[in-house]
């Protein structure tokens, strides 16, 4: 199955002034559209270009890490565009994901912390994750394109903190972006469709 890059699901200005036109324009169409040319290219000479996206990082894992590192990317970003949305954010959840996150992480406040936290420890370029794990949620971080797919896990929500994700917007803050994806734009209502998945 080939890489595509998505369109955004909003218009460039519509995440502002939590996430510049400036920063989507490089992010969405110069690095993710390198991850999904380079992913193309190394998944046909790998001989997986007919395998599902998801089975592209789980088989190229530990074993070719050209394809896996944009295949990751890709992966991740591909999600990452719908888990922010205009006006998104903060603790008016879902209540089945409420609830989730009351019983699994300690309730939203000790989430919110938890998730900034991974994130803004995740040494040099990587990911902060909620995923579903063994049935329940956990707080993950990854380094790089990697993401819970590889740790027997499902990300339901997750955030870039690659320096191109912030720096236009926020320097070397990356706490102070971390706090606005989980105030101002975190797209609920994808995160429990990909919660419902998850969990089945």
Do not use: C
């Given at each position: ?72 990317q890709h ?56 995923a579903v ?68």
């Amino acid at each position: 199955m080939a890489f595509e890059l998505p369109d955004l699901p909003y218009d460039y200005e519509a995440l502002a002034p939590y996430m510049s036109k400036e920063t989507l324009e490089y992010h969405h169409d110069k690095h993710h559209k390198a991850y999904v040319d380079n992913g193309n290219k190394l998944a046909a000479e790998a001989g997986m270009e007919n395998l599902s996206l998801e089975e592209i990082v789980k088989q190229s894992h530990g074993k070719n890490p050209g394809l896996f590192n944009n295949a990751g990317q890709h992966y991740n970003h591909v999600h990452f565009w719908q888990w922010m949305k205009k006006d998104g954010g903060g603790n008016k959840l879902p209540e089945k994901l409420a609830k989730a996150i009351d019983s699994d992480l300690g309730g939203y406040d000790k989430f919110r912390a938890d998730f900034i936290n991974a994130g803004a420890t995740q040494f040099g370029s990587g990911w902060a994750w909620v995923a579903v794990k063994d049935g329940k949620l956990a707080i993950m971080k990854t380094p790089n394109g990697e993401n819970p797919l590889v740790h027997g896990a499902s990300p339901i929500l997750g955030v870039d903190v690659w320096e191109h994700s912030y720096y236009i917007d926020y320097r070397n803050a990356r706490p102070k972006y971390l706090e606005a994806f989980v105030d101002n734009l975190i797209n609920w209502d994808h995160v429990l469709e990909m919660y419902e998945k998850a969990v089945g």
